[in-house]
């Protein structure tokens, strides 16, 4: 693939800034799907405009993540693709939620030039709106370049997929020397863009490749290290698990904030579920107890089975939860395991269909029991 | 078969063509399997969703098999191919989380194979009972 690269001058938002206002004066772009600060100063929405006077004034990186882009772009696209060319800022987790979608038919990616980054990851968004928002906002926007932000999200600090390389136009800013940027069209649309721009310098990217892989190793290294001997322990086994989800309260809120989770009706919010006074009361007998809400374990558990395949680990439903259930890291631990099966990479390649829908015929047969026919004799019912 | 009393609930699910067929190959040669094993129909294997599994497991089940038609043979050409990805996710999740995917099996059981069907069932149970109860089933804070 032709690599079309350009150094640039700054970091932060300002450089997404004027990367948006340039690609729409260029004609490049007529809309952008972008992130402000809404207008108290208490948090960030993705706001959708043509107008460059917002875009100037926007926060295309906030230092917290409320809505999932993947699902913004899933609400816009759904029933067909933009009708004018969109230029989208995700991070790496939103994009790789999006390509997931594109697979299940919720996202239509024609029309977007999609532009992504190296993430330096986000704060809890309880953490933002209780605490110094200042403090945070500025912080972001020195962290571009380096790794070492503290006080983000767990599951931001053992991310091994932080880099805009599935995007149109990657902003890379690891390796870059003198506090500039990379600008790298991944796609033919993404070069068309940069050109139009007026960039046409091809740069060596030795650098920014080995800085990239070298935060890869180590963030891979810590990822292992925290499931395998800090949380792991604190959630495997019946009585942890089971205590770990004590404070659960079925609110749901998990699967609703979550990007994958698309279903129009999720089968834990179902009829399935809504049995008759008497079913409840035969489980009570059994169990000695019945908890209410009922079903929590069920409901985790059903939802690992369903979607963790195509979790992107992107932490949403960790900060949705109004009890502090460490969801994201459970799923993030349990996904990094199912995906490992199918050796399967949530919204890496869009050709491969997700691994439901996808069989090989020889497979898995490390699952299947095998047999060897027993010679004992069995009792007849004669 | 088993010390202290211990009579595991086992669900052995089966799919309507191949797996209930093994169900009554093993009738007509007069088979019989252990009075705790509780056949349980789905029309594929491909259409039996992990929540009645987790389901079964976690209200009272002490294991749970799964037999449908060998790979190739499934009566609409791929659901047991998908049962068998669902399951490989199944049995990963319960291990990840130290629920212990082992009280989950899959096994291939033809119309034909009555004999096979008896003896799995056999077999599962006494994997059960070696296993013990399932500490979910009586845990009132699921």
């Known amino acids: ?382 | 078969m088993g010390g202290n009393g211990f009579i595991p609930k086992i669900l052995y699910a089966l799919c309507a063509w191949c797996g209930t067929g093994g169900s009554e190959t093993a009738a007509a040669l007069w088979l019989k399997y252990p009075e705790n094993v509780r056949p349980f129909r789905v029309v594929c294997t491909g259409a039996l969703d992990p929540a009645y599994v987790l389901r079964a497991l976690i209200e009272g089940a002490d294991g749970m098999v799964v037999s449908g038609c060998h790979p190739g043979d499934c009566h609409y050409n791929l659901g047991n191919f998908r049962a068998r990805r669902r399951l490989a996710v199944m049995k990963e999740v319960l291990n990840t989380l130290g629920l212990d995917g082992d009280r989950l099996w899959l096994r291939w059981v033809a119309h034909g194979e009555g004999k096979r069907l008896v003896d799995t069932a056999f077999e599962f149970d006494a994997h059960i009972r070696g296993k013990g109860p399932n500490p979910l089933v009586k845990r009132w804070d699921t």
């Open chain 1, 1 to 382: 693939m032709n690599v079309f690269v350009t150094k640039g001058e700054g970091r932060g938002n300002l450089v997404f800034r004027a990367l948006l206002k340039g690609l729409m004066e260029k004609d490049v772009v007529k809309v952008a799907l972008v992130c402000a600060e809404d207008p108290t100063g208490n948090s960030f929405v993705h706001v959708l405009t043509g107008d460059t006077s917002v875009v100037e004034s926007s926060w295309p990186v906030p230092p917290v993540m409320p809505v999932q882009g993947a699902r913004v772009v899933s609400k816009i696209t759904r029933k067909g693709p933009v009708e004018l060319p969109t230029a989208v800022v995700l991070r790496p987790c939103e994009l790789r939620a999006m390509r997931e979608l594109v697979k299940l038919n919720q996202v239509k990616l024609d029309g977007l030039l999609t532009i992504s980054f190296d993430c330096p990851g986000v704060y809890p968004l309880q953490q933002y709106l209780s605490g110094d928002r200042s403090f945070m906002k500025a912080s972001i926007d020195e962290a571009f370049g380096h790794f070492d932000l503290s006080g983000t999200r767990p599951l931001c600090q053992i991310c091994h997929r932080f880099t805009g390389e599935l995007a149109d136009v990657e902003v890379g800013f690891l390796g870059a020397p003198d506090e500039g940027h990379y600008l790298i069209g991944h796609t033919r649309r993404g070069e068309e863009a940069l050109k139009a721009l007026g960039y046409q310098e091809e740069v060596d990217l030795e650098r920014r490749v080995d800085a990239v892989q070298e935060v890869i190793k180590q963030r891979i290294e810590a990822r292992e290290g925290y499931f395998k001997g800090e949380f792991g322990p604190k959630v495997v086994g019946v009585e942890a698990l089971l205590t770990t989800l004590h404070v659960c309260i079925n609110c749901h809120n998990c699967m609703r904030v979550c990007p994958i989770c698309f279903c129009r009706e999720c089968f834990f919010d179902s009829d399935a579920l809504k049995v008759l006074p008497g079913n409840y009361l035969v489980r009570a007998e059994r169990k000695g107890a019945l908890r209410f809400l009922p079903d929590t374990l069920l409901f985790h558990l059903g939802r690992m089975n369903h979607m963790s395949t195509s979790c992107v680990s992107c932490g949403t439903c960790e900060d949705a939860c109004p009890n502090d259930v460490p969801v994201s890291r459970l799923f993030a631990m349990v996904a990094d395991k199912t995906q490992a099966i199918f050796d399967y990479e949530p919204g890496q390649d869009l050709d491969r269909p997700i691994p439901f829908i996808d069989y090989q015929d020889e497979e898995l047969h490390d699952y299947e029991e095998p047999y060897i026919e027993s010679t004992t004799h069995r009792p007849s019912s004669s």
